[in-house]
Every structure is written in structure tokens, then in C-alpha cells.
């Protein structure tokens, strides 16, 4: 079992930063794939970046490719997320995930591979 507790996130300015935080218990994360996604209201969740369990690479989506990052601290077995240049069709609840199945490449964008989430954290970006 998994535990992932999130925290960061919050209001930011258009063009301003931000810093999630995704804090794993029960496990480490070392082989397992980890992904951010994001549910605005009224849209389906989706996956904005993840590394991936075969290779660890990382994948981006399209929306977010120079703008967001994801790392790990392997001591603290704890994935961020920075969101940088925030805009605001960045405003949505975003989620940490992982599972310890062999995710592929851009697979690790899918949130039916995941079994474990956080508990979400919003992130609202206005002037």
C-alpha cells in the first residue's frame, strides 16, 4: 500500500510560479510510475506530466512542455511539481499518482494506470 499526501498549490498570479508537493508513505517510489493531473470543472482529468516506470523518462503534456517540472527528493520519498509561467487555464485540482506497474512512455499520462492518489490540491491562478 500507498499513501500519497499532497500540499502546495494555492493561488498564483498569471505568469507567477508555483510548488506542489506529493509525499509518499508505505512504499518507495523508486520503480513506480509517478504522474501529475489536473481536473478543471466540468472537464475530465488529465495527465499534465509523469515519469515513466520502464525507463523513467519523463512526458509532458502538450499544454505544459516547458512550463512545468517534475523531481523527486529520494530521501524524503517526495515528487514535486513546478508550475512555472502559470496561466490561468492552469486553474484545476491537481492530483499526484503512482502505481507500480510497467507504465511505457507517454502511457504514464493516463490516469487508469494509477492506483494510488492524493487527496488534491487546488491551484487558482488570477490577478
Known amino acids: 500500500q500507498v499513501q500519497l499526501v499532497q500540499s502546495g498549490g494555492g493561488l498564483g498570479q498569471p505568469g507567477g510560479s508555483l510548488r506542489l508537493s506529493c509525499a509518499a508513505s508505505?512504499?518507495?517510489?523508486?520503480?513506480?510510475?509517478i504522474g501529475w493531473f489536473r481536473q478543471a470543472p466540468g472537464k475530465e482529468r488529465e495527465g499534465v506530466i509523469c515519469?515513466?516506470?520502464?525507463?523513467?523518462?519523463?512526458q509532458y503534456a502538450d499544454s505544459v512542455k516547458g512550463r512545468f517540472t517534475i523531481s523527486r527528493d529520494i530521501s524524503k520519498n517526495t515528487v514535486y511539481l513546478q508550475i512555472h509561467s502559470l496561466k490561468p487555464e492552469d486553474t484545476a485540482v491537481y492530483y499526484c499518482?503512482?502505481?507500480?506497474?510497467?507504465?511505457?512512455?507517454?502511457?504514464?499520462?493516463?490516469?487508469?494506470?494509477?492506483?494510488?492518489w492524493g487527496q488534491g490540491t487546488q491551484v487558482t491562478v488570477s490577478s
Open positions: 499518482a503512482a502505481d507500480d506497474a510497467i507504465v511505457t512512455g507517454t502511457g504514464c499520462l493516463r490516469p487508469l494506470h494509477y492506483l494510488y
Open positions: 515519469i515513466s516506470s520502464s525507463d523513467r523518462s519523463t
Open positions: 508505505g512504499r518507495t517510489l523508486d520503480y513506480y510510475a
